[in-house]
């Protein structure tokens, strides 16, 4: 009788966490499931769950786990491979998931009533759409639409009161015009409401994806066929709807969007950041990282005069700017201890061995001179430049040198043609010369 009356008297105080289960499918694609808290540095390791045969996982949560955006890492990489998802501490959440249909919550409150507020937003504005795309001109039937999209907006709010999600909801918050608007002015109306509604300083929303995701859309989305300076009236409103109270998440996304130009080849965008906010912004957050890079970076864009270095080659003074002579100089950074660059460097010069009209400029990054010294006298036609301390050598964080082997095409007037980032890259580049 005493041991029962124990387990009785333990049993009310012992507490079932929640957990996160999910299913993969198709199963076999799929291995582990990482859990991470995300928040607006980043995100933390929580749990992982081996995905069975099924495809399904579970992690039981602590009971302390806070409330908050959590993501989802399904495969490599990583950040290409994930979702985020709201957890209020209070609930399990359960989802289906494949690459063809994304997730679906099949548990959860908070995440079942945001995705199905976002698929009703979604079904009025593509009866917007079609009301405009017939040049409609009903203005009844314009108000009866746009009477439905506030009252699902208003109803969905209120569904999500209390809860984490209206966060999101609210954030989300359409524009509604209170009279008959004709394309035109409704779209300019749409776009100047489209970021007034978000709380930039919400920890929620720099948590998720929400305010990339809007950022994002607003500056590449907004218009069909931006021009440049599209894109620029687009980066300056979306820099001047972010308060200088907020520097880190305003440093973050217009890094985000740098990060976007420069990915396309944009370089005139991605210097146009940088001048007018990162360079700043960067200084002002302390962030040395991100004030190199961005700096380098525009050091050396396509269309700028390659930064200028000391040259001492065969007993002469010089400098990348005095050279003369050719009409293209390949500048090459590279190191005698690195495999890739030893690879890669008699495949270049075997490639300009029957053009005269262009040099090549051998920087190497070194610790010290002896195998450098050694590795040279196989390239007597290259001018050579050695730079010690290797990553620390001012040329090299000047050019960004993040990796070696690494090319850059000059012109005659030592402007930068190209970077090739492949050495696949680089042939196909020095066929045409």
Known sequence: MKKILIILLVLPFISFAQTIKGTFSPAEDYSYAFLYKASPEGANYIDRGQLDSNGQFEIKLKDSLEAGIYKIVYAIPPEENNFDFIFDGKESVDFNFSQEEGVEFTESEENKLWVSYLKSIEMVNHTISNYYSKNNA???????????????????????????????????????????????????????HY?????????????????????????????????????????????????????????????????????AEN??????????????????????????????????????????FDITSNGQNTSLHQLEGADYYLLVFWSSACGHCLDELPKVKEMVANKPNLKVVAFGLEKEDNKWDKEIKNYPDF???????????????????????????????????????????????????
């Open 138 to 192: 009903d203005k009844e039937g314009f108000d009866a639409i746009f009477k439905t999209l506030k009252d699902t907006q208003l109803a969905y709010e209120d569904l999500a009161k209390d809860r984490l999600a209206i966060n999101f909801i609210s954030a989300n918050r359409p524009y509604i015009p209170t009279q008959y608007e004709d394309i035109s002015t409704y779209s300019k109306n749409l776009k100047q």
């Open 195 to 263: 970021l007034s509604q978000v709380d930039f300083s919400n920890y929620l929303l720099q948590s998720s994806t929400f305010l990339t995701d809007r950022v994002t859309s607003y500056v590449f989305n907004m218009v069909q066929n931006p021009s440049q300076d599209t894109y620029k009236s687009h980066i300056d409103d979306v820099a001047n709807a972010i308060s200088n109270d907020d520097l880190i998440i305003k440093t973050s996304l217009l890094e985000m969007l740098w990060h976007q130009f420069v990915t």
């Open 267 to 308: 370089h005139e965008i991605a210097n146009y950041i940088t001048d007018n906010y990162l360079l700043e912004l960067a200084k002002a957050t302390n962030n040395k990282v991100l004030e190199e890079m961005v700096t380098s970076f525009k050091n050396t864009s396509i269309g700028t005069v390659a930064p200028n």
């Open 383 to 433: 001018i050579h430049q050695i730079g010690l301390n290797k990553w620390e050598n001012p040329t090299v964080i000047t050019y960004g040198v993040s990796a070696t082997p690494m090319y850059f095409l000059l012109s005659a007037d030592k402007i930068i043609m190209a970077k090739p980032y492949e050495f696949k890259d680089l042939e196909v580049l020095l066929k045409d010369l």
